[in-house]
């Protein structure tokens, strides 16, 4: 059983601050990795993909691939109020070429 | 217009009900799937369909019926559902089969 995880949260981070999620999975062949943010109530948004290994950002997100760790990180800057929402992250299985989504971090980011 | 739409929004129906849920994607894509969002639990697939054709079936019970007449649409057939079976139904699609998925909003399914 391949499988995603992800700390449930909640996640409380100041504003201003950053807030640091984590997503580890099982399938070492894993190729492609999404964090997605869903707010209460609403369907999953694509916010950031990643393939290679290191760091990628855009805007105030940063995502972190370490394949050899088998871990993916994002990284929220300067974190707002409407950044509170839960994370999904969802890796591309290479043996089963299947998408998997770990159950989600939710962030809650304080005034 | 948004990249992929899902009709209805909210739907409640009784165990003896037959009702279809419908997605559409303007946005050229290959692939379509459905995913399932129950409380507390994380996305589940439930079909993929490449192309048109379908090419995974999440060991999903057959109360569920999919149907994907064109790359663009793709429909959710439901009968005889069970209490169990309400959540919030999503509809994806991605240039090629698992990459980059973009979300409809959802169809909120509520079995009495």
């Known amino acids: 059983q391949k499988e995603v995880e992800q700390n449930s949260g909640p996640l409380s981070v100041p504003e201003g601050a950053i807030a640091s999620l984590n997503c580890t999975y099982s399938d070492r062949g894993s190729q492609s990795f999404f964090w997605y943010r869903q707010y209460s109530g609403k369907s999953p948004e694509l916010i950031m993909f990643i393939y290679s290994n290191g760091d990628k950002e855009d805007g105030r997100f940063t995502a972190q691939l370490n394949k050899a760790s088998q871990y993916v990180s994002l990284l929220i800057r300067d974190s707002q109020p409407s950044d509170s929402a839960t994370y999904l992250c969802a890796v591309n299985e290479a043996a089963g070429n299947k998408l998997t989504f770990g159950g989600g971090t939710r962030v809650l980011v304080k005034p | 217009e948004t990249g992929v739409t899902q009709t209805p929004r909210h739907l409640v129906m009784g165990m003896t009900n037959k009702k279809s849920l419908k997605c559409e994607q303007h946005l050229g894509h290959n692939a379509m799937y459905w995913y399932k969002q129950s409380a507390k639990k994380p996305l589940e697939l439930m079909f993929v369909?490449?192309?048109?054709?379908?090419?995974e079936n999440n060991s999903v019970p057959s109360r569920f019926s999919p149907e994907c007449p064109n790359s663009s649409h793709l429909f959710l057939h439901l009968h005889t559902l069970q209490p169990e079976d309400s959540a919030l139904y999503l509809c994806?699609?991605?240039?090629?089969?698992?990459?980059?998925?973009?979300f409809g909003q959802g169809t909120r399914l509520t079995v009495v």
């Open positions: 369909y490449n192309f048109k054709e379908q090419t």
């Open positions: 994806a699609s991605s240039q090629e089969r698992y990459t980059e998925a973009f």
